[in-house]
Nanobody, 126 residues
Framework: EVQLVESGGGLVQAGGSLRLSCAAS????????IGWFRQAPGKEREGVSC????????YYADSVKGRFTISSDNAKNTVSLQMNNLRLEDTAVYYC???????????????????WGQGTQVSVSS
């Protein structure tokens, strides 16, 4: 059974940092793309950052470039998202997702992912 479990969310002041982790199990980690998505109230789910585990290719949304860093620990089947210089607009529920059939042009499309975690809340205060 595929499982994705997010952790690391919380409340932080603007300018602060958080590190999210996604622990994966039930599938061959190296074969998958792992994405971080977020959804704020009243907004659509959007791709934040994604990584192709096998070759390390990464994607970042323009809004997080230079502030967020995605990484994978293949030995631990974990993908992390280091978020620095957080802004009020980063407040959302953050989800990790996985799929092994994605083409790179669809990497930021949430509809392209079959497996999802339960989400973790990130709240940034002024």
């Amino acid at each position: 059974e595929v499982q994705l479990v997010e952790s690391g969310g919380g409340l932080v002041q603007a300018g602060g940092s958080l590190r999210l982790s996604c622990a994966a199990s039930g599938f061959t980690f190296d074969d998958y793309a792992i994405g971080w998505f977020r959804q704020a109230p009243g907004k659509e789910r959007e791709g934040v950052s994604c990584i192709s585990v096998s070759d390390g290719l990464t994607y970042y949304a323009d809004s997080v470039k230079g502030r967020f860093t995605i990484s994978s620990d293949n030995a631990k089947n974990t993908v992390s998202l280091q978020m620095n210089n957080l802004r009020l607009e980063d407040t959302a529920v953050y989800y990790c997702a996985a799929d092994n059939t994605i083409i790179w042009s669809s990497i930021r499309n949430p509809n392209a992912y079959d497996y999802w975690g339960q989400g973790t809340q990130v709240s940034v205060s002024s």
